[in-house]
């Protein structure tokens, strides 16, 4: 028989087609288009808006929004507000626009489910904020819009749970690398924010989409770096105690433009303005700012380009830290869209070029030129702000070509995320995700039991009995159970206490007292309880505190009776959940 016949060659061929990593690696490549597509369309909607509001288009905002009379700055952003509060007010169940917070959300928690719906309307409010000169960045939508169009792809082509995180992290990473022309970055920003599996079921189709994203925005834009830098050299290793200091302050800055987006949110609860007024007025005021300071608006690239360059002044670097954070803080806590990578990098450039500028007066012979720790401030602030210091080290080595200082940046960026840590618990997207209750604290088979509801656990092998039942039925009733416990519920269900024979005591077995002892008299009242709708983690942790085996769950609305929840079947299905949760991760 012949090694390679027609026949087993087309067996082969066959069994290829059907393999599940060759179908993945296929749609990586499909995804990877849709990314890459989503990047182009939404620089362009970017461009078309502002050339709508402003007359002419492309990143040098603040050079052209010279050429207006100031009363042209300060309504265009308030326009911009008025249509995306429109927007929220009647095509948005939401009232907000969503983000990457979202799609970290949706992977964790929803499978890698994601409305596409949302995720136009994510793009048009966007699209809006930034062209109409609110304060943001490009870069969140894009991965939103892009992690949109992979959820739908997999939700048309039916694929499991699995498969769709996969898919999902595929959107991300073509949106990153997309965005930012850094195919190494947007890999590596999909697996260490969203998906968390590094297994290479699930990397190899995350590389191919993120290549693919890459080459679409190569095509279209050019293959340019986003920030051409003067060559640096570290002048030398007494430098790094400097780079430290700054990644510390990098930290504080970061700490201080997230919780100025929170405060900013938590003023419009207490003012209680209308969902659709706030981005009206959040526009009016970021122009207020832009009229003097056109540089806070729109992405700011312009201005960050002037820092690396060392073309501000000390006073205009630390000026444009407060103003920048004001202005992006009112842009994104009062419902405009965009993201906040930009702005971060913004802050990064300012800090470093401010500290630069210090440093290089105390020890010339030392510094490197502030340039260079505008570079480094852009890593630290940023990697502190989204929490992701290994790909943050990676967008800004690939946005600006510069390797001699990714050292230094390596450090701020690490110290600053740690500090950031320490002090604030997480980053501005596990703050999003906690101010909405979500908790994704924990390991992936945390996040599983998280999804899972005690009711899909519970059973049903309860026995009930009526408070005013008597003795023998209540040792009939204990013995119809195999765990030798029985609930007391009234006429309507609603649970009263639970029975166990320790609790009868010597009426177990003396029966001089039967026909005057009821089920309510010898029951244990108020038993602890768990709801049928908490999670499997709060299930372990009640199960653990209470020490108990067997625990009634009731409806908290109604307090009746609906299941048991027995230990040994809530440690099963975290075993379960362990076990799938590695098959997934294998290799």
């Not at 870069?139 to 039916?158: I, N, Q, S, Y």
């Not at 590389?207 to 095509?219: D, E, P, W």
């Not at 003023?267 to 303005?273: A, I, N, S, V």
């Not at 390991?443 to 656990?457: A, D, H, P």
Request: glycine content about 10%.
């Amino acid at each position: 028989m012949a090694l390679f016949s027609p026949q087993a060659l087309t067996d082969r061929i066959r069994d290829l087609a059907r393999n599940e990593q060759i179908i993945l690696s296929a749609l990586a490549v499909a995804v990877g288009l849709l990314g890459g597509g989503a990047a182009i369309g939404f620089r362009e909607a970017i461009e078309w808006v502002q050339f709508v509001f402003y007359g002419f288009d492309g990143e040098l905002f603040h050079s052209m929004a010279a050429d207006h009379p100031w009363w042209w700055i300060l309504l265009a952003p308030a326009g911009g507000g008025v249509l995306v509060g429109l927007i929220l007010r009647f095509f948005s169940p939401e009232k907000r626009p969503l983000g990457v917070a979202d799609v970290i959300e949706a992977s964790a928690l929803h499978g890698g489910r994601m409305s596409l719906n949302a995720g136009l309307r994510g793009f048009v409010i966007s699209a809006i904020t930034i062209g109409s000169g609110g304060s943001a960045g490009r870069e969140g939508p894009v991965v939103h819009f892009a992690a949109a169009l992979a959820a739908k792809t997999a939700r048309v082509l039916h694929l499991d749970r699995s498969l769709g995180q996969t898919l999902l992290g595929c959107g991300v990473a073509a949106g990153v690398a997309a965005s930012f022309n850094a195919p190494i970055a947007g890999v590596f920003f999909a697996l260490e924010v969203v998906t968390g599996n590094y297994a290479l079921r699930a990397f190899a189709p995350v590389v191919i989409a993120s290549v693919t994203g890459t080459i679409v925005s190569r095509a279209y834009f050019g293959d340019y770096p986003a920030f051409i830098l003067p060559p640096h050299e570290i002048g030398s290793f007494w430098e790094f105690p400097a780079f430290a200091m700054l990644g510390v302050l990098s930290a504080v800055v970061a700490m201080a433009f997230v919780w100025s987006i929170d405060a900013v949110q938590r003023t419009h609860k207490r003012l209680d303005l209308p969902i659709w007024a706030r981005p009206a007025m959040a526009g009016l005021l970021v122009g207020a700012i832009g009229v003097t300071f056109p540089q806070v608006m729109g992405v700011g690239y312009e201005a960050t380009d002037e820092a690396l360059n060392e073309e501000l002044a000390l006073h205009m670097l630390i000026l444009l830290i407060v103003l920048k954070t004001a202005a992006t803080a009112i842009t994104l806590g009062s419902g405009m869209g965009g993201g906040v990578f930009s702005p971060s990098l913004f802050l990064g450039a300012m800090l470093g070029g401010a500290f630069g500028v210090v440093a290089t007066g105390f020890f010339p012979h030392l510094s490197s030129g502030h340039g260079a720790y505008t570079l480094v401030g852009m890593g630290a602030v940023a990697g502190a702000v989204l929490g992701a210091p290994i790909s943050t080290i990676l967008i800004v080595f690939e946005m600006t070509g510069d390797y001699a200082l990714t050292i230094a940046v390596m450090i701020a960026t690490v110290i600053a995320s740690q500090v950031m840590l320490q002090v604030f618990g997480r980053g501005f997207f596990g703050f999003q995700l906690a101010a909405r209750g979500v908790n994704l604290a924990g390991g992936r088979e945390s996040r599983v039991l998280r999804q899972t509801k005690i009711k899909t656990v519970m059973k049903q092998d309860f026995v009930t009995l009526q408070p005013s039942a008597r003795l023998p039925e209540v040792r009939r009733a204990l013995t119809q159970t195999s765990y030798a416990e029985v609930f007391v519920v009234d006429e309507e269900g609603i649970l009263v206490g639970t029975l166990t024979l320790l609790d009868l005591a010597d009426d177990a077995f003396d029966r001089s007292h039967d026909d005057q002892v009821r089920a309510i008299d010898v029951c244990r009242r108020d038993p602890p309880t768990a709801d049928q709708d908490d999670d499997l983690e709060e299930a372990m942790w009640f199960l653990e505190r209470c020490g108990e085996e067997h625990v009634a769950v009731v409806d908290e609305a109604s307090g009746k009776l609906v299941g048991v929840l027995h230990e040994r079947d809530v440690l099963s299905a975290y075993h379960h959940t362990v076990l799938e949760t590695r098959k997934e991760e294998r290799i």
